[in-house]
């Protein structure tokens, strides 16, 4: 029980919608004392009309009604104070302007209108503010819970997260991100709180496991994904896919990442499934330093002794293009392996495409990828699956200048199921090398590989009562994000369900001729198709693809729809 009422900050009232006029005024009014005393002393010459006099009076004026303008916008500008001032009216104003006001018209000859607000406080602090509205029965209590998005637009700040206590509604936002922004030099990972992305943020990849980063050309996501790298390389072991042979070239002949970096299709699958291989014989040593150790419940990598492992995939909407039928079911089987089940055994990934897919991530895995990082440009469709639906009440701004000046790797980051909060990527140095940097870490041992340690096998991963203990701990651990949105961060987003009519009429072709092809497909052993009611029907996304793919193929093809099911596996 408190014995004060909680401090919410100054009570916003209509006068305050006109704080740019009272500002003015004030200052307008500061110099007119002096002013006064010339004119007394001179009151004789402006009644003879002396002209040099009045003139004198009259540039003083108009220099004061410039200055004043001048200062006015000064001082909400580069001073703290005033700029609470000019944030003060401009709520007002919103909240005037809007109709959240109470009218009272007094009757008589000189009737009027008094104008009051509903009680809205506003707390301001050094980089963020609390707009608390009362929702004790009131009639706009209901447009309140609403109206986060408006206010960023109205105060030009960054929607942070909101607050319900008794009585009231509280919602956060923040200004000056910038100023939390760090150079590269200082990504580091701190014990406890994760990996340093800025002065006020980090990734705890142990409460948060695995990292989605989107952004388009030229956002800063190359940047920022080898500020990651250089962090996390440093306290652990690092393996990285760069199927556009870009951005990690020149990395394959440095010694903490000799034999750890992919260019190749095939391998770059390989590098997925070996990283399956990886987690699954971490788990193997931490169920025997368990029962060594006298352990109960399996507890986390780090409380034996071991450090983290991370998988490092860039461009993988590119990826998953190059990738055939049979390449791609192994990919989506151990990428989704690892994000499953990885995060006990301290096995994290962290994926960097252009636009957030579901084609490209399926449903089921997009839910387990915790904290997610946009930079740059994206439409208000990639927010959407990046952020998911907590956020769709917020606005989503692009900035390419920051007081005149160009900036770049600017976006948002959140961990699932939270709201958004602008974010800077850290800042390239003037001089900064990256690959010097990376030549001075220290490379970290790998006893887990199959690569360089000849006793794991890669067959650990079949090894059914391991993989029954792995995945009792997986479900012991707390799922993170709402219950409602467990199944991933689109809207509306389940596994889909085709029936073989749906598929027919997108290929253009009867009911029948589709049947065909699945009996085919499932006599000879490629793929196997679940039935409802007795009828056939097609459960996900990549299996109808791969349907219309076959008849688009089959137009143009002369051999019997078992050759072509078989070149097309083939190839």
């Known amino acids: 029980m408190r ?90 104003r919103y909240l005037f302007e809007h109709g959240y006001v109470y009218e009272n018209r007094t009757k008589g000859q000189n009737a009027r209108t008094k104008y009051k607000f509903p009680k809205v406080y ?29 206010l960023e637009n109205t105060l030009f700040m960054d929607y ?47 409460s948060d496991p695995h990292m989605l980063v989107a952004g388009g050309t030229g956002g800063g996501k190359t940047v920022l994904l080898r500020s990651i790298i250089r962090g996390i390389s440093k306290v652990g072991v690092v393996d990285i896919c760069d199927p556009k042979r870009a951005d990690f070239v020149t990395m394959s002949d440095i010694d903490a990442f000799k ?29 025997k330093r368990q029962k060594e150790l006298g352990h109960k419940d399996l507890k986390k990598y780090y409380d034996y002794g071991l450090e983290p492992y991370f998988l490092v995939c860039d461009e993988y909407n590119a990826l998953m293009s190059m990738l055939d039928f049979k390449q791609r079911s192994r990919a989506d089987a151990a990428i989704g392996n690892l994000l499953l089940l990885g995060r006990q055994a301290g096995c994290f990934g962290i994926i960097a495409m252009q636009k957030p897919s579901r084609e490209d991530l399926g449903s089921k895995l997009q839910a387990n990828i915790n904290f997610r990082v946009s930079v740059g440009r994206l439409d208000e469709g990639g927010y959407n699956t990046l952020f998911g639906d907590v956020n769709q009440n917020k606005e989503f701004k692009y900035l390419k200048y920051l007081s005149g000046i160009r900036i770049y790797g600017r976006g948002y980051s959140a961990v699932y199921g939270e709201v ?19 030549e001075r870490i220290e490379r970290h041992e790998n006893r887990f590989s ?103 193929k089959k137009e143009d093809f002369t051999g019997t729809w078992s050759n072509l099911i078989e070149a097309y596996f083939s190839n």
């Open 160 to 206: 942070m997260e909101t607050l319900d206590s008794h009585r009231y509604k509280t919602y956060t936002l923040a200004y000056s991100a910038f100023l939390n922004r760090i150079s590269v030099s200082q990504v580091r990972v701190e014990q406890g709180k994760g990996l340093r992305l800025m002065k006020n943020l980090y990734w705890d990849f142990d």
């Open 259 to 287: 034999g750890r970096i992919v260019f190749e299709i095939e391998d770059i699958v390989k590098q997925f499934e070996k990283s399956c291989v990886i987690m699954m014989a971490r788990y193997d040593y931490m169920r």
């Open 450 to 552: 199959p690569d360089e340690n000849a006793e794991i096998k890669p067959e650990i991963v079949d090894d059914k009562e391991l993989m029954n203990v792995v995945h009792e701990v997986a479900q012991q651990i707390d799922l993170p994000g709402p219950k409602e949105e467990q199944d991933g961060f689109l809207e509306g987003d389940v596994e889909e369900t085709f029936t073989v009519l749906e598929v027919a009429e997108e290929i253009g072709t009867s009911a029948r001729s589709v049947r065909d092809v699945i009996k085919i497909l499932e006599s000879e052993g490629y793929c196997d198709f679940e039935r409802k009611d007795g009828k056939y029907i097609v459960v996900s996304f990549e299996n109808k693809e791969m349907l219309v793919s076959l008849f688009n």
């Open 420 to 438: 958004a909060r602008e974010f800077y990527s850290p800042l390239l140095e003037k001089g900064f090398s990256f690959f010097d940097a990376y």
């Open 122 to 150: 506003m707390k301001q602090r050094k980089f963020d503010l609390d707009v608390s509205f009362e929702m004790a029965g009131n009639k706009f209590q209901e447009r309140f819970k609403k109206i986060g998005g408006e």
């Open 3 to 92: 014995l004060l009422p909680e401090y919410r900050g100054v009570r916003v009232k209509p006068y305050m919608r006109r704080m740019n006029m009272i500002i003015f005024v004030l200052l307008f009014c500061l110099p007119l004392p002096f002013l006064g005393v010339y004119v007394f002393f001179n009151r004789e010459a402006i009644q003879n009309l002396d002209f040099f006099v009045i003139g004198v009076i009259g540039i003083c004026l108009l220099c004061d009604l410039i200055v004043s303008l001048y200062l006015k916008w000064f001082l909400q500008e580069a001073t703290p104070f005033f700029k609470k001032l000019e944030r003060l009216g401009r709520m007002s």
